[in-house]
Each structure stands twice: as C-alpha cells, then as structure tokens.
C-alpha cells in the first residue's frame, strides 16, 4: 500500500472551540481517502487499520494536540477487530508514548465498515468505553440500520450524515428530524455532531435547533500536518 500521513479537520463547539480533531488518512505525496481505502482488502484490513491508528496518535502528539485542549478523533475499522483488547494494544502503546490519555481519543465507526454480528460489534464498543476511549456512531441516518445501531452499541456520541444536514435550512423535514435527534440524545446523554455543514444558514439553523457539535467545510478543511482553529462564521 501507498505510505500514508493523516489531514486533520476539527469539530467544534458553539462557542468556536475545538471539542475533537478528525484524523483523515492521505497519501504521502497528497492522495486522497478514496485512492488510500481503495487498496484495502481482506488481506491487508487489520494492518492498515493498526497503521492509521498509530499514525494518527503520533501525528497529532507531534502537532501539540495534548495542549490544544481538544481529543483526537479516528476512523476505525471493526471488520478489522477479532478480539479487541489484543487489537488494542498497539494503540493503547501509541497512546503512552505520546502521553495521550486514553480519554483523549474517540474511535468512529462509519456505518459501511458495520459488522454482521451485533453482539460482537457491542463487545468491542464496551471494551473500548471500558478503558476510557470514547465511542462515535458516525453517518447516523444514511442508511436503515441507524436507529438499530444505536440500540446495539449505545454509543457517547453521534454523527449526523450530511444528507439530514445538507439544506437544512430550507427543508422542514430535515429540520424536524433533527430536532427529535437533538431531544434523544439529550435524553441519552449522547453528544450530536452536524457534520458537512457548507452554509451559514445551515449552521444558524443547527444551532438554533439545540445542536451543540459542529465539523464542515464553512469551518475549515481537512489539512495534512496542521490542527486547525476553526474560522467562525458571522453570526
């Protein structure tokens, strides 16, 4: 596979501080996610997966995420997983040798990386949150199997897909799924994130209706080597 390094993107609250830094795989020489993942095979899941995890935790160390207040976010694979605190190791390692606490770090799961077995899927989220790392239910609402998931894995935050944010502003529909989102999870103790977010109109909106998590081009874009502070709108 190509060498990678990893882009970041940060999530932010109301306020325009930085909550979480995504960590976005990238090719050395500046290839996109797509060229990256495209290389991924049954063969090769668990080390790339193990290598993302590792550049992650190193690159933002080196950055000074430990100073900025923020955690740092990864994607990660649990097709990838057969036993999770063995598969954690590496990471957990990582994690000590750049002084981040394990509280420090938040795992995405994206719903086309969702494995067949629910109950093995919710051993590995309860391993993870058992040894302090935050669990994120990314792309909630772009596929049936949400609210199912949710069930499952109980996760500490959610995220929602851009297609319940995209136009939001204009769109009743999307408006109202929201809110009752922002209702549930409020009633869960789950934090929301409004991802993809591109407008000032959707961002007023996602504000005014009580989410409280922010990630999208309005703020910045994901750049290689760089933690970011956000550009906030005009209010």
Do not use: H, W
């Not at 969702?114 to 109950?119: A, K, L």
């Not at 504000?207 to 750049?223: E, K, N």
């Amino acid at each position: 596979m190509l060498p990678i390094t990893m882009a970041f993107q940060p999530i932010i609250r109301a306020d325009g501080s930085v909550f979480a830094q995504e960590a976005l795989v990238r090719g050395l020489n500046g290839e996109g996610a797509g060229e990256i993942l495209s290389q991924v095979t049954n063969a090769n899941r668990y080390s790339f997966d193990q290598r993302c995890r590792t550049t992650a935790i190193k690159t933002a160390a080196s950055l000074g995420l430990s100073n900025a207040g923020a955690i740092l976010s990864i994607n990660f694979k649990p097709n990838a997983i057969y036993e999770p605190l063995r598969c954690l190791a590496t990471s957990l390692a990582a994690a000590r040798k750049a002084d981040l606490s394990n509280e420090s770090i938040m795992f995405e799961i994206t719903e086309d990386e969702i494995v067949r077995e629910p109950r093995r899927l919710r051993d590995i989220v309860t391993a993870y949150q058992n040894i302090g790392f935050t669990v994120a239910l990314d792309d909630f609402g772009a596929g049936y199997s949400s609210f199912g998931l949710l069930v499952d894995i109980r996760p500490d935050v959610i995220k929602l897909d851009m297609k319940l944010v995209r136009g939001i502003d204009t769109d009743v529909v999307r408006r109202a799924i929201v809110r009752s989102m922002v209702s549930l999870c409020s009633e869960l103790n789950i934090k929301l994130v409004a991802e993809g977010i591109e407008t000032l109109g959707e961002y007023r909106i996602l504000r005014s209706i009580g989410v409280g998590l922010f990630q999208g081009f309005l703020f910045a874009r994901p750049l290689i080597g760089v933690l970011q502070q956000p550009l906030m709108p005009l209010e």
